[in-house]
């Protein structure tokens, strides 16, 4: 078994190889999505390594392979351990566990007392990985997490909103007004209500994913007022080889929030990804968000455990 660091120009199409059959096998996110792992790499690490001068996921990333194969990746989600695994190599669990609790400990922050409260993220599903991190002293969190599924070829929306709004695909809206927006429903405090002009961050993060393979076919979906404000705003990956969408980041901006707004622009998404004939779209949500998901048909798959353990 040989364990390396990922390399982009070597081991990015190995990687996506991987990631591909490891869904059309399973049929679920027990392992991560094709394009959830371009997120990561590009989106997610451009905002925090480019924009926030922080450490970039993606220079943790470390794959087992066994005779030039891969059969399994960790992939650091900044300060928590994911992992994917090939059926029949689960007893590799346990040293990705131990290599991961010495490399990955820079994308952690120490508390006053030194220690960093590590985190792994493991399905619920695979419980012989919950076997092995109660024998390794971790704790579950008993919030949880939750993968969200819908099959759009199953469904059949209507959107419908109040006088003064409509629901658009994101084409013809100019892409600074939609990243601005995008920051905003993250960070209300920020929002002047000025979509135009510069802003502090995501501008960089927004043009990287760009950089996806899955970007010609993917899409935006958002409401919009008539007078042009945006109200909501969700990106949707779509990954014609496994037939899925991964639906990152999902936002809706403070003022428009508690008016069903969420709901319908999920509908758009639906939709259209039906028109595509794609089978699955995937949601990550946790706390208050599963009932937003929830009411816009996504059901919950595959639960997800947060395990900690006090690393000093």
């Given amino acids: ?26 049929k679920n996110m027990e392992c991560w999505l094709p394009a959830r792992f371009d997120d990561l790499v590009y989106r997610i690490d451009t905002l925090y390594r480019d924009e926030r001068g922080g450490l970039a996921s993606g220079d943790y990333i470390f794959i087992y392979e066994n005779s030039d194969e891969i059969v399994g990746i960790i992939t650091p989600d900044g300060d928590s351990f994911n992992s994917s695994i090939k059926r029949g190599y689960e007893y590799i669990f346990k040293d990705m566990l131990d290599l991961a609790e010495k490399e990955l400990l820079p ?49 059949n929306y209507v959107i419908d909103l109040p006088e003064g709004f409509k629901q658009v695909y994101g084409d013809n809206i100019d892409e600074n007004m939609k990243a601005k ?15 135009t ?33 945006i109200c909501t705003y969700c990106f949707c990956y779509v990954d014609k080889t496994t037939s899925t969408a991964f639906i990152e980041p999902v936002c809706t901006r403070e003022k428009y929030r508690k008016r069903g707004f969420s709901r319908q622009m999920l ?12 089978e699955s779209a995937y949601i990550n949500s946790y706390d208050w968000r ?3 998901y929830n ?15 006090k690393i000093k």
Avoid at 128 to 151: M, P, S, T, W
Avoid at 198 to 222: M, P
Avoid at 267 to 278: A, D, F, Q, S, T
Wanted: a negative charge.
């Fill in 1 to 26: 078994m040989e364990v390396k660091r990922y390399d982009r120009e070597k081991d990015y199409d190995l990687v996506m190889a991987f990631l591909t059959e490891r869904y059309l096998e399973n």
């Fill in 107 to 155: 994308l952690f922050e120490r508390d006053e007392k030194g220690e960093i409260n590590f985190l792994v993220v493991s399905h619920d599903s695979l419980t012989y990985q919950a076997e092995e991190l109660i024998r390794c002293g971790y704790v579950k969190d008993e919030k949880g997490d939750f993968d969200n599924c819908q099959h759009p070829r199953n469904t």
């Fill in 181 to 195: 927006a995008c920051h905003y429903g993250f960070h209300p405090i920020d929002d002047d209500g000025i979509l």
């Fill in 197 to 229: 002009g510069t802003f502090r961050e995501g501008k960089l993060a927004y043009q990287a994913r760009k950089k996806s393979r899955f970007y010609n076919d993917s899409f935006e979906s958002l409401i919009v007022s008539d007078d042009g404000d």
């Fill in 267 to 278: 509908y758009g998404v639906i939709n259209r990804l039906k028109e595509m004939g794609i």
């Fill in 290 to 292: 599963v009932k937003v």
């Fill in 295 to 309: 009411s816009a048909g996504f059901v919950t798959e595959d639960s997800i455990g947060f395990w900690y353990k």
